[in-house]
């Protein structure tokens, strides 16, 4: 059954960008600094950066640590600060062998120990050899593999040279394997070809299942995947918690924005409320003016006040109310109204002023400003706003 997490990048979620590849020889080194862009959900996806890449010459006279600290002071030189390095051993004392395992034997490994001197085709101790393999091919019948056999000597002089140049080994494999199939990326990172197997080892640094032939032992790569765990959960538990942190950030946001449309609405009704009482209080001055009139024996009709007052429902804009009304008689027997209001500002009296002037009606604005003090017809809520007042006069 395919495992979706087999796709997962641990390395990367843990912090690891960029490794050391270094091929070494007894005539010197060729280091390539490689860093990986990641793609989280397919580890297999990747592209590659060459932070750094240099090369050493080493004279036969310079001894071990002369060298590991030739390379020490280079690192430091061009400010790397990547310790953790893939290396492969290239000595003489390094055998690669093919073979193939028949099905019927135990272990790979039991196989390998019995037929060793077979391989090696020289009597050899098996404390003084240390094997390791990659499986090439496998068949019903059996396994090719590809058997690395090296000195116990050589890995612990490469285990010392990389210790006091202050590198952590990753993998040590052996000889250039690691160089195969790798043209195509090498002319990407426009490297010379002499670093083919630096960049091929830095490369199995970051997918180490291309090639699982280590000399290393599993004691010594434990330190390594102790602080790769801990990285690894302590980016998790932060992704975590900055996800749990949002999730309760967002009910925050949405409480402040639901009491600032509650504030917005109160506010609201306190104006509607307003001018409901103004519109109330205009109404019963209407027909308190229309019983005087008609008692005066006035021949203004009450029709003639219903189409005015409908008229100013239907032409009042937003943002502008009315407070008083007064009906007068003019010369000739004609009728004016007075009307008294105020607004947010001056452009919104003048289209009030033309929308009565549609509806037919003879309409001049008498006067317009601010409000005197002590206006007590002014709503609180809008005293703290600049508005004007006005009166106009209207004729028919």
Same mark, same amino acid.
């Given at each position: %059954?395919?495992?979706?997490? &087999?796709?997962? /990048? ?12 270094? /091929? ?14 990641? !793609? ?18 080493? @004279?036969?006279? #310079? ?32 055998? #690669? *062998? ?13 196989? *390998? ?47 010392? +040279? ?18 195969? &199939? ?5 002319? !990407? ?16 640094? =970051? ?9 290393? #032992? ?5 330190? +390594? ?7 690894? =959960? ?14 309760? +950030? *967002? ?14 609405? /109160? ?6 409320? &307003? %001018? ?35 008229? %100013? ?17 003019? /010369?000739?027997?004609? @009728? ?7 607004? @947010? ?6 289209? =009030?002023?033309? &929308?009565?002037?549609? !509806? ?12 005197? #003090? ?21 004729? =028919?």
């Amino acid at each position: %059954m395919h495992n979706p997490f &087999n796709h997962i /990048d641990y390395r990367h979620i843990s912090g690891l960008s960029k490794i050391l590849g270094i /091929d070494i020889t007894d005539q010197g080194v060729f280091v390539v600094e490689l860093k990986r862009r990641y !793609s989280i959900q397919n580890r297999f996806q990747a592209s590659y950066h060459v932070e750094n890449a240099f090369s050493i010459e080493f @004279t036969p006279e #310079t001894s071990l640590t002369q060298r590991a600290e030739q390379l020490k002071q280079k690192l430091i030189e061009i400010k790397c600060k990547t310790t953790y390095t893939v290396s492969s051993l290239q000595t003489l004392g390094v055998r #690669t *062998i093919e073979a193939f395992v028949p099905a019927s034997a135990s272990s790979n490994e039991e196989w *390998i120990r019995d037929n060793q001197e077979k391989l090696l085709r020289v009597p050899v101790s098996a404390n003084e050899i240390i094997s390791v393999y990659e499986e090439l091919e496998k068949r019903e019948e059996g396994t090719r593999l590809a058997i690395s056999f090296a000195k116990v000597d050589d890995i612990k002089k490469y285990r010392l +040279f990389f210790q006091q140049a202050g590198l952590q080994l990753l993998s040590l494999g052996a000889g250039t394997r690691d160089a195969a &199939n790798i043209q195509n990326i090498l002319h !990407s990172l426009g490297l010379n070809p002499a670093y083919s197997l630096s960049v091929g080892l830095a490369i199995k640094g =970051f997918q180490p299942e291309i090639n699982k032939a280590n000399f290393l #032992t599993a004691a010594e790569l434990i330190p +390594f995947k102790n602080a790769l765990q801990k990285k690894f =959960f302590q980016r998790v538990v932060l992704a975590i918690g900055g996800l749990l942190g949002i999730l309760l +950030f *967002i009910p925050f946001i949405f409480n402040i924005y639901c009491g600032w449309r509650a504030s917005k609405i /109160d506010e609201e009704l306190l104006l509607n409320g &307003n %001018m409901y009482a103004e519109v109330k209080n205009l109404t019963a001055q209407v027909e308190q003016l229309e019983k005087q009139l008609s008692g005066s024996g006035t021949n203004i009709q009450s029709t003639n006040t219903s189409r005015l007052l409908y008229e %100013m429902a239907s032409a009042k804009p937003e943002k502008l109310w009315l407070y008083r009304l007064t009906l007068n008689n003019g /010369d000739k027997g004609k @009728t004016f109204a007075a009307l008294y209001g105020y607004s @947010t500002n001056i452009e919104t009296v003048t289209d =009030f002023i033309k &929308n009565l002037e549609k !509806s037919g009606f003879r309409v001049h604005l008498k006067r317009s400003g601010n409000p005197q #003090t002590g206006d007590s017809y002014i709503p609180v809520a809008l005293q703290r706003i600049d508005i004007a007042v006005f009166e106009i006069i209207i004729n =028919f």
